[in-house]
């Protein structure tokens, strides 16, 4: 059975940093990509960043490009997401999603709530 | 800036049909989009409905359809329950590993 569990957020102030981590069950990193995708408060679901099941591809969205950092541990079977330079725009509840192939977000976890605040 | 667009809301009958669309501002919908579809109530995590373009996710009634209707991919409800008022998401895929989500659709039925 696919489980995804994240872990890590929390409040931290502006310009703060956090990591996230995702624990993965039920199947491995490496025959999955991966995403976070975020949504903030009373918004729509948002997507921040990919990386391929063979680690070949990491992308992100503009939003976040240069601020955000995407990576996993295949020993681990966990993957994490390193927010630096935080502001209020980026309180959200992160999500991490599996994607098996055909392009789509098959499994999600249940989120975890990050707050930017002073 | 790529724009993913969806109605903000549709209020559908029991028993009805109910057509949301996904669109863009710069350019039409086509498969190459793999436009794929979640739903999301309250308090949850998105649930996957349909993905490249009309496949329906396992364990997804067959009252959730997929399709391209135009210049837009189309997420259609056929025979409304209670419990598909939700939130609906399309998300399509821009190529170069990057997916960008529409603003959603509140659906209910009354």
């Known amino acids: 059975q696919v489980q995804l569990v994240e872990s890590g957020g929390g409040v931290v102030q502006p310009g703060g940093s956090l990591r996230l981590s995702c624990s993965a069950s039920?199947?491995?990193?490496?025959?999955?990509?991966m995403h976070w995708v975020r949504q903030a408060p009373g918004k729509g679901l948002e997507w921040v960043a990919l990386?391929?099941?063979?680690?070949?591809?990491?992308s992100y969205a503009d939003s976040v490009k240069g601020r955000f950092t995407i990576s996993r541990d295949t020993s681990k079977n966990e993957l994490y997401l390193r927010m630096n330079s935080l502001t209020a725009e980026d309180t959200a509840v992160y999500f991490c999603?599996?994607?098996?192939?055909?392009?789509?977000?098959?499994?999600w976890g249940q989120g975890i709530l990050v707050t930017v605040s002073s | 800036q790529t724009v993913v667009t969806q109605e903000p809301s549709f209020s559908v009958s029991p028993g009805g049909t109910v057509t949301l669309t996904c669109g863009l501002t710069?350019?039409?919908?086509?498969?190459?989009?793999?436009p794929s579809w979640y739903q999301q109530t309250p308090g949850q995590p998105p649930r996957t409905l349909v993905y490249?373009?009309?496949r329906r996710f396992s364990g997804v009634p067959d009252r959730f359809s997929g399709s391209i209707l135009g210049n837009k991919a189309a997420l259609t409800i056929t025979g409304a329950q209670a419990d598909d008022e939700s939130d609906y998401y399309c998300?399509?895929?821009?190529?170069?590993?990057?997916?960008?989500f529409g603003g959603g659709t509140k659906v209910t039925v009354l």
């Open positions: 999603a599996s994607d098996s192939g055909n392009y789509k977000f098959d499994s």
């Open positions: 039920g199947f491995s990193l490496i025959r999955s990509s």
């Open positions: 990386i391929a099941s063979d680690g070949s591809r990491i």
């Open positions: 710069s350019a039409s919908v086509s498969t190459s989009f793999y």
């Open positions: 490249s373009t009309n």
């Open positions: 998300v399509l895929y821009m190529g170069g590993g990057i997916w960008v």
